[in-house]
């Protein structure tokens, strides 16, 4: 399972960046609609990658950012679906500029 594979990234990250024995009640994610991460996997595996970790009564939040590219015609962010063929979705101008929906980070953990 991919998303599993990314949580244990996340876990070790935390884990790194955290002092010894400090307990952690929450995680959150972003994650973006084109990273290839599927947010409903990673909820469903997060307590198998936290058990018997300093995360293992954390909870996970994920925040979802929608793709989007920077059209130079309309001057201004477009949104756009998994489907993107490097056009703009209002004007059709051929776009490759992708600003935002490739992310999968950590954005805090709550510390106890």
Same mark, same amino acid.
């Given at each position: 399972? *991919?998303?599993? =594979?990314? $949580? *244990? @990234?996340?876990?070790r990250? +935390?884990?790194?960046?955290?002092p010894? #024995? !400090?307990? +952690?009640? %929450?995680?959150g994610?972003?994650?973006? !609609? $084109? @990273? ?8 469903? %595996?997060? !307590?198998? %990658?936290? &058990? ?8 996970l939040?994920? #925040?979802? $950012?929608?793709?989007?590219?920077? /059209?130079? !015609? /309309?001057? /201004? ?7 993107y063929?490097?056009?703009?979705? &209002?004007? =059709?101008?051929? /776009? =490759?500029?992708?600003i935002?929906g490739?992310?999968? #980070?950590?954005?805090?953990a709550?510390? #106890?």
């Amino acid at each position: 399972m *991919h998303e599993l =594979g990314l $949580l *244990h @990234s996340v876990v070790r990250a +935390v884990e790194k960046s955290v002092p010894n #024995e !400090t307990r +952690v009640t %929450a995680v959150g994610l972003r994650v973006g !609609t $084109l @990273s290839g991460a599927v947010p409903e996997a990673l909820q469903g %595996a997060w !307590t198998v %990658a936290i &058990a018997g970790t300093s995360l293992s009564a954390a909870t996970l939040d994920i #925040e979802l $950012l929608q793709a989007a590219i920077w /059209c130079p !015609t /309309c001057a /201004c962010e477009q949104t756009i679906d998994e489907f993107y063929a490097l056009t703009c979705p &209002a004007c =059709g101008t051929p /776009c =490759g500029n992708l600003i935002r929906g490739r992310e999968f #980070e950590v954005a805090y953990a709550e510390l #106890e």
